[in-house]
């Protein structure tokens, strides 16, 4: 039997169908509310708003749960592997063999980048940032390999291009950057180990695989891979709505993941560690600081809209700090500076009473630090990892039966009707 929600608007009863989830959630179904009543609702930043049904990622975040296609995401963590995870996310279920087999090998058959494309990375200004480089360039793979349309055929060519490409295509920005040349992808190395080589090798010094460095990589990707409808999420299902194609989706997510309270966390907990270090700062001066309404300052790689609680992906993260570090028989500094700082504001009052625990972002730049990840690009890992994620939202948008261009409403506060004044009069 349907559930409905009655609600009494100005004296006035109506009834909206609810939407129940496989793991409870209940929405109800507004969109007939304008029509209906002649009133929208106003939800700034969306935090009650749901504005899509979706099969791929669950989050509770009251609990800290994250599953991709119903799999737990610890569980991917341990057995699965990057390509495999994005295969996960993009097909709704896990390849078998001959399936896994074919999507390296095609994979691999889309690993070059136009040559002509070095063209713009050369004249980027030297200090322009990766992630400004890849939104440009993901959406200039749209005249590089052209899509007419969004057949099935189309979609998995731009989908093999931008998964594979956007690895070769972050590792040339960072080296040429540099001013190093570039290095091409190999046929013989996994996703993961050419991304590595691709940053590091060097014909002088030929770069040294280190199969835990490789393991760590697909960890930190497939933890990154999706996140439901996320700042980045919503851009790329919004673009995708107008029906831009998918490289311009994809470069628009880009551009919202890049965000410090979005993507760009990763970084900026970097630098705020750096910072309290170089500063002097105690970590209670530190806490006191994040509290104060007075001072913009926030605990970078703390809090989250969802999550109430430790963030499942965090956890994972924390961990792999102590064993990617301890595998290298190296000490970072910053780590303890972050582990204390997460001591004293978990005891804190502030930080209990607003459920704000450690995200993905905390821990995860030591890691990519362990793996001499420049700062700077430190933003760019993440988009690569969100991408499997990015494709199949924009997918199950498009494809969607229901699926409107989105265009919200709002409430105007401006001027009422005023007259033009010609410029002698102003
Ligand atoms: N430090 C200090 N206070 C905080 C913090 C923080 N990191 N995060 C939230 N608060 C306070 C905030 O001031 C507010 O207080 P009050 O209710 O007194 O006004 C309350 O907690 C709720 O915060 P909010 O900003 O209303 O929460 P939100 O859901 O809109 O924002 C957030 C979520 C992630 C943007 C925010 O927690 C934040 O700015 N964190 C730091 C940036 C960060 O780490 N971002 C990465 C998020 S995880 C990766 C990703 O998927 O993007």
Avoid at 94 to 117: A, I, K
Avoid at 255 to 275: C, F, K, R, S, Y
Avoid at 373 to 380: A, E, Y
């Amino acid at each position: 039997m349907s559930e409905f929600v009655k609600v009494i608007i100005e004296g006035k009863t109506y009834e909206f169908p609810v939407i129940i989830g496989t793991e409870g959630e209940k929405a109800f179904d507004i969109s007939q509310l304008r029509k209906l009543t002649g009133y929208i609702t106003h939800d700034p930043g969306f935090g009650s708003t749901g504005c899509c049904t979706s099969a791929i990622t669950f989050m509770d975040g009251e609990k800290g749960i994250l599953r991709y296609r119903g799999i737990p995401v610890d569980q991917l963590a341990e057995h699965s592997t990057f390509v495999e995870t994005a295969y996960l996310l993009i097909n709704g279920h896990l390849p078998n063999h001959e399936q896994l087999t074919n999507m390296r090998v095609l994979l691999n058959d889309s690993s070059m980048v136009h040559e002509d494309m070095k063209i713009f990375y050369q004249n980027f200004p030297r200090n322009t940032h990766p992630m400004g480089i890849l939104s440009a360039m993901v959406n200039a793979l749209k005249s590089f390999y052209p899509a007419y349309d969004n057949t099935e055929e189309e979609v998995t060519k731009m989908t093999l291009n931008l998964i594979s490409k956007i690895r070769t295509m972050s590792a040339m920005s960072y080296r040429m950057s540099r001013g190093h040349m570039v290095i091409y992808p190999r046929p013989d190395y996994s996703y993961c180990a050419n991304f590595l080589n691709m940053m590091f090798d060097n014909p002088v010094k030929p770069y040294k695989l280190d199969e835990d460095l490789v393991k760590a990589l697909n960890v930190f990707w497939i933890l990154h891979a999706d996140h439901e409808q996320n700042c980045s999420t919503t851009a790329v299902r919004v673009v995708g709505s107008g029906k831009a194609n998918l490289y311009a989706a994809i470069s628009a997510g880009i551009a919202a993941l890049w965000g410090p309270l979005h993507g760009g966390a990763n970084q900026a907990v970097i630098e705020m560690l750096t910072n309290i270090q170089q500063s002097g700062y105690s970590i209670p001066q530190v806490i006191e600081k994040a509290k104060d309404k007075s001072d913009d300052f926030r605990l970078m790689g703390f809090g989250h809209r969802v999550y109430k609680t430790y963030d499942p992906r965090a956890k994972i993260m924390k961990k792999m700090c102590d064993a990617v570090l301890g595998k290298l028989k190296k000490k970072d500094p910053l780590l303890d500076t972050a582990k204390k700082l997460e001591e004293v504001a978990l005891t804190d009052s502030y930080f209990i009473e607003k459920n704000l625990y450690p995200n993905v972002d905390f821990y995860s730049g030591i890691v990519l630090r362990a793996m001499g990840i420049p700062l700077n690009m430190f933003t760019v890992m993440f988009a690569i990892g969100r991408l499997p994620g990015w494709i199949a939202q924009w997918q199950e948008g498009v494809e969607d039966p229901n699926g409107k261009i989105c265009r919200p409403r709002q409430i105007y506060t401006g001027a009422g009707l005023t007259n033009y004044v010609p410029l002698e009069e102003r």
